[in-house]
């Protein structure tokens, strides 16, 4: 692969952990915040981070209100997407929820032609069939009765793949501070209202204000890493290795939550890793020499 795919690779390897950090959080939080009080906290620390870094390295300058409808539509879309993968992880085991997410990257490459004439190649649409065939084998969805959590995070993968393109159509003209500052900032105004529209807005006590940091934190690093991985490569290229999340995210749920590791989550997790790195691998090569290879 390119040294610019692989640099794009390995942002994409830190959102990758930072989202695997926000699930643990986000499930030690939930019982004393809804999902909008989660998404409230954690956009008010993205603001006082993205702002605190702007100041401090002079990209103040950079944000501005170009694209701002765009901005909105990108950033609603992410909320909406947010707020329901945040009330699945509640009620649904984690590599669960992690797999059905990854349907995400299957929307990215059938609407990334749409939304950002991108080119998608017909061996790209194969290896990301076979992703989430390794998907559907660890969260085998036809082995009984499907969690309401599983129908929430499905639609949250539709909503994220939209952010995701947008994000890249953004990237064109617009730098990651100011992609970062809109994020931030619309966010923490559509979490206010949607938190705070009866009135009550719970506050968290000291044992969880450093989990709720850490939320923000780790949503912010996703964003920052998401977002120049998707400056260096096209989206149909680089979210597949987005896929790396579900054995870790597997792993992580049996050692902290004791929930069931089946042997399928290997099984499928090496199905997804290989279709990942083929996809990166294909990314290098010109059309004619995919055609001339195969059988």
């Given at each position: 692969m390119s040294s610019q795919t692989f640099v794009a690779a390995l942002w994409m390897l830190g959102s990758v952990a930072s989202f695997c950090l926000m699930a643990i959080a986000g499930r030690v939080v939930s019982p004393a915040l809804d999902t909008f009080e989660i998404m409230l906290y954690r956009s008010l620390t993205g603001v006082v981070?993205?702002?605190?870094l702007a100041v401090a390295t002079g990209r103040m300058g950079q944000v501005s209100l170009r694209h701002m409808p765009l901005q909105i539509v990108r950033n609603l879309a992410h909320f909406t997407g947010q707020n329901l993968w945040f009330l699945a992880i509640t009620i649904a085991p984690l590599a669960q929820v992690f797999a059905v997410e990854f349907t995400s990257p299957i929307w990215v490459l059938l609407l990334a032609p749409l939304v950002l004439g991108e080119r998608v190649r017909g061996a790209q649409i194969v290896v990301a069939v076979a992703g989430f065939a390794g998907v559907l084998i660890v969260a085998q969805p036809f082995s009984g009765t499907v969690s309401i959590g599983l129908l929430y995070v499905g639609i949250a993968a539709v909503f994220f793949a939209i952010a995701n393109l947008l994000t890249r159509?953004?990237?064109?003209t617009v730098t990651v501070t100011g992609i970062l500052f809109w994020l931030t900032s619309l966010q923490l105004l559509f979490g206010l209202v949607?938190?705070?529209?009866?009135?009550?807005?719970?506050?968290?006590?000291?044992?969880?204000?450093a989990w709720v940091v850490a939320i923000g934190l780790a949503g912010l690093c996703a964003h920052w890493c998401l977002t120049n991985a998707l400056r260096l490569a096209p989206a149909s290229t680089i979210m597949p290795v987005d896929f790396l999340r579900l054995p870790l995210i597997a792993l992580v749920g049996t050692w902290i939550y004791s929930e069931a590791l089946d042997p399928m989550v290997l099984i499928g997790g090496a199905v997804i890793f290989s279709a990942a790195w083929i996809n990166l691998r294909l990314a290098r090569r010109p059309k004619s020499q995919i055609v001339a290879r195969a059988p």
């Open positions: 981070v993205v702002l605190g159509r953004l990237t064109r949607a938190a705070g529209w009866d009135g009550d807005i719970a506050v968290p006590d000291e044992s969880l204000v």
